[in-house]
């Protein structure tokens, strides 16, 4: 299917497993240029890599914590020509309900929702 998206620019949060990265493989399908993003450099060069030879669009990576930010002020700089947002990023760290202090509950919330 053509969804004429060729020469797009996708940024697509939480990229490197998961939905996410089903999502960046979709697009990248399609002919669209995708921003790989995680937390760690590691995991987006190892999905940068992997992609880039099945790849009809550009695969490009940013590493670092959307959720700052200051991060995504870098990423911006850096990419400022984004299209598409596809914003899959979320956090979870397994606590019970009354060990979750306010502060923890107030980013889960803001990076989440």
Not at 6 to 27: D, F, R
Request: hydrophobic fraction near 40%.
């Amino acid at each position: 299917m053509d969804l004429k998206l060729t020469n797009k620019c996708a940024l697509v949060t939480g990229s490197t497993a998961g939905i996410g990265l089903a999502i960046a493989t979709a697009l990248l399908e399609e002919g669209v240029d995708v921003i790989i993003n995680g937390r760690k450099q590691d995991s987006v060069d190892k999905v940068v890599a992997d992609l880039t030879p099945k790849a009809t669009g550009k695969v490009l990576g940013y590493a670092g914590d959307l959720s700052l930010a200051e991060e995504a002020d870098k990423l911006h700089k850096q990419y400022p020509d984004v299209d598409i947002l596809i914003n899959n990023l979320g956090i979870f760290e397994p606590t019970a309900f009354e060990d979750i202090s306010d502060d923890d509950w107030r980013r889960f919330f803001d990076i989440n929702v």
